[in-house]
């Protein structure tokens, strides 16, 4: 079962800048989309931003010209460098891969654990 490890959370200053990056366990026949998602207590899952199998990107407008997400499609890993970070983005950021783990097989969600980021005012 693929599983994603994400890392690079933590505790940034206002206007300060973290890295994150998130790598798939093993391979699977086919990764479709991978991107990131963050949530605050109750509220739903947001999408920040994402990649596509071929390289395109959705970003979130909140986060246009802050955040850069990259995929390294060789190695299955996904990072997103966070500039000029707000207090009201703390959250915890979920990695998220959906693909085919099998030739003919459905397309399957992968979540990641979730990594903590705090903006401190």
């Known amino acids: 079962q693929l599983q994603l490890v994400e890392s690079g959370g933590g505790l940034v200053q206002s206007g300060g800048s973290l890295r994150l990056s998130c790598a798939a366990t093993r391979r699977i026949f086919r990764v479709d989309v991978m991107g990131w998602y963050r949530q605050t207590p109750g509220n739903q899952r947001e999408l920040v931003a994402s990649?596509?199998?071929?390289?395109?990107?959705i970003i979130a407008d909140s986060v246009k010209g802050r955040f850069t997400i990259t995929r390294v499609s060789a190695k299955n890993t996904l990072t997103q460098q966070m500039n000029r970070l707000k207090p009201e983005e703390t959250a915890t950021y979920y990695c998220?891969?959906?693909?085919?783990?099998?030739?003919?097989?459905?397309?399957?969600?992968?979540w990641g654990q979730g990594t903590q980021v705090a903006v401190s005012p």
């Open positions: 998220k891969l959906v693909g085919k783990p099998w030739s003919g097989s459905a397309d399957t969600d992968y």
């Open positions: 990649v596509d199998f071929d390289g395109g990107t």
